[in-house]
Nanobody, 124 residues
Framework: EVQLVESGGDLVQPGGSLRLSCAASGFTFSSYAMSWVRQVPGKGLEWVSAINSGGSSTHYADSVKGRFTISGDNAKNTLYLQLNSLKTEDTAMYYC?????????????????WGQGTQVTVSS
């Protein structure tokens, strides 16, 4: 059974940093692309970032480019998202999602597994 478990969300002040983790199990982590997607309450999903199966290709939404960094640790079967220079508009539930193939998915749909999410709140 595929499982994705996010952690690391917290309340942080504007300008602060967080590192989100997504522990994966039930599949060969190194063989699939992964993404982070976020959702603000009452609004739709927003694709944030993606990494291909080998980790050689990363992609970011314009809203987070230069502030967020996606990475993966195949030995630990874990996906990460480093969030720096956080803004109030980054407040959202953050989900990791598994693509059905090695190549990245750059949308909010097209995934075959999702985690339960971790809450990031940016507020002073």
């Amino acid at each position: 059974e595929v499982q994705l478990v996010e952690s690391g969300g917290d309340l942080v002040q504007p300008g602060g940093s967080l590192r989100l983790s997504c522990a994966a199990s039930g599949f060969t982590f190194s063989s699939y692309a992964m993404s982070w997607v976020r959702q603000v309450p009452g609004k739709g999903l927003e694709w944030v970032s993606a990494i291909n199966s080998g980790g050689s290709s990363t992609h970011y939404a314009d809203s987070v480019k230069g502030r967020f960094t996606i990475s993966g640790d195949n030995a630990k079967n874990t996906l990460y998202l480093q969030l720096n220079s956080l803004k109030t508009e980054d407040t959202a539930m953050y989900y990791c999602a598994k693509a059905p193939r090695r190549e990245v998915v750059l949308f909010t749909y097209g995934y075959n597994a999702w985690g339960q999410g971790t809450q990031v709140t940016v507020s002073s």
